[in-house]
């Protein structure tokens, strides 16, 4: 399984980046975690459009589906360029009428992420984050070795055991130690890090970074927790399991 980081930002992307989204890859079975802005431009480097087999949205703030819309014609246009109906299968949480938003007459088909056991190769489970709105945190598992994305999340101790043990935590980190309990729905570094030394996972990656301050500091507050390989997500890397 490869894990390749398409964006890392929160809220917006950066000049000529994305926001948090990964592309994972299996066997030849591509699937796209999360499409918020730029994410479609960045997942052109990797895959084409009709080489993307499902979609999962973790929720749906903004940065998370601001690229579905982007996504819809993209489908459209493939579709009738290749003279094929190759429908793309969008798994959301169903907690919210913009699921249905999520539907695109035949080119994409909304599926309840909740339902889901497996999604291609992968088996998957989710659980409801600490967030805002309601949000959906993943574990993917295939031969043997799993990846777990917190997705938007504050603190919560139910992570330590969804989390346990996963070969790669894909962690939120969104806040810097000084801000932790004063921006509801987001961990920091040091939190991020805590998780994964207490879930004894193997590898840590950080991501939805925010737009200010030194994001090294974040990995150091993670590294100060967490004893284990713990990096920032480099979008352009590609993390093997
Ligand atoms: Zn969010």
Redo the contacts with the bound molecule.
Sequence with gaps: MEVIPLGVW?GYPKANSATSSFLVKENGFNLLIDCGSGVLASLQNYVSIQELDAVIIT?Y?H??IADVGALYYAKLIQNQLSNETKTLPIYAHTKDSQFRAMQYEGHMEAKDLEEASKIGPFTISTTPTV???Y?LALRLEVNGKSVVFT??TGWTERFISFAQKTDLLVSEANLYQQYEGKIA?HMSGRQAGMLAEKAKIKQLILTHLPHFGDVQDILEEAQKEYTGDAQIAKVGSMYTI
Aim: hydrophobic share 15%.
């Design positions: 929160g929720h703030h940065d998370h967030h805002p709105v949000c997705a938007d729905g």
